[in-house]
């Protein structure tokens, strides 16, 4: 199995160092080219403004767009997310567009906000250890995304078929029970 | 529950702005070029450091209606700059929301011997070192990122280089080390021993490490991320250059893809002049800022 981190900025490091030890063969994705050879890709947190210029900078955008239907899972962590979503509050365009949600940006406030918490999340979980930074949440989901996880309320993590997207950066801990969740849905999108 | 102000909250955000470019911006206006360019996050500043350097006399925390007025205009992460052990400017950028304070030896220091107790702070603090001892000094007292010192407002890059590479050989020194070693080792670099056999085991410092100080060009900032750098911190040199929103993209792109060249070539061409740069040599020992933190 090879999953590919989209390598324009932000965490990526974090993100190969999990996938590797959560059992698959990770590699860092600088070009469009390198797409092809993989059966999923992670989207990091990091900026979105900043991954989606270079996105577009570089001809990402057709190419991601296309992985569901290709029955290949995208994992967007906070930034990754908003990249995922079909609407952004407040804000006219959407990056991906493969997530029937709306995310609102820095939804939690500055910086001095950001927090951890201990959180269930469905299929994954009960005591997932969540690291909100600068973090988005989601105001609404269509009919089919399956809601994961909700902090005070607000849905932080969700589901629709092949794409996976949650509002906190399980890249950050020690704990590899989401990272594993998203090799078992590549796994069964393979199958 | 939640916990705010944690160490893995604020090292992470530092983590999340790797492979990017923060640029200083004087006002709302250059705030908004830098983050259409790309830019992970601004360094709000009354003035840029090569005018700091001009203007000479005492440099200040900015005049907090610019740091109000670059907060409201832009949606990435606002960071600005305190003096070195002044905790009441640092709190009170804390109070008005700065994601990142740097302490920074660009200002006139306020203590001549201590650093702020940055982990009293929700706010996550980036601090300048020159080498292994004082990055380690700076993580011990509650940094959560660290950038060469590099020499500011110079756009002459040798003294950042020269930074990144004393560090990056000194964690492969203390890499190499046998374990009886260490604590000769922490002696002699005047660092905390626990933080030192963090860098024995990992090969690395706990935070992330960006380089700061004398980025004038694309290429600078490409050299800086082959040194080892973790992103790149750019000051005067994009508005003071010809062409400041082509010079930003142009060194948000040779960030991301420094190891390709012709893209760099690509990205270089046509930029107009870049800021005018100054000889280290010619500065006066009083007039080095890296001099400044202890």
Known sequence: ?191 | MAETGTQRVKRGMAEMQKGGVIMDVVNAEQAKIAEAAGAVAVMALERVPSDIRAAGGVARMADLSIVEEVLKAVSIPVMAKARIGHFVEARVLESMGVDYIDESEVLTPADDLYHINKKDFTVPFVCGARDLGEALRRIGEGASMIRTKGEPGTGNIVEAVRHMRTMQAQIRKVQSMSYDELMAEAKALGAPYELLEYVHKNGKLPVVNFAAGGVATPSDAALMMHLGADGVFVGSGIFKSENPEKYARAIVEATTHYTDYELIARVSKGLGAPMTGIEISKLAQAERMQERGW
């Open chain 1, 1 to 191: 199995m090879k999953i590919g981190v989209l390598a324009l900025q932000g965490a990526v490091a974090e993100h190969l160092r999990m996938l590797e030890q959560a059992g698959a063969e990770a590699v860092a994705i600088k070009k469009p080219e390198q797409l092809k050879e993989l059966d999923g890709l992670v989207i990091p947190g990091g900026e979105s403004t900043t991954i989606s210029k270079l996105m577009h900078k570089y001809g990402f955008m057709e190419e991601v767009r296309k992985f569901p239907s290709e029955r290949k899972p995208l994992f967007g962590t906070c930034a990754g997310a908003i990249l995922l979503a079909n609407r952004i509050h407040g804000q006219d365009e959407a990056h991906l567009a493969v997530m029937d949600m709306t995310v609102e940006r820095n939804a939690f406030g500055r910086q001095k906000d950001s927090f951890e918490a201990v959180l269930p999340v469905a299929g994954v979980a009960p005591d997932f250890p969540a690291v909100f930074i600068r973090a988005p949440y989601i105001r609404e989901v269509g009919e089919s995304v399956e809601v994961l996880a909700k902090y005070d309320e607000k849905i932080v993590a969700a589901r629709q078929g092949a794409c996976l997207a949650c509002a906190f950066h399980p890249e950050l801990t020690e704990d590899h029970r989401f990272h594993k969740y998203f090799l078992d849905m590549v796994q069964e999108y393979r199958a």
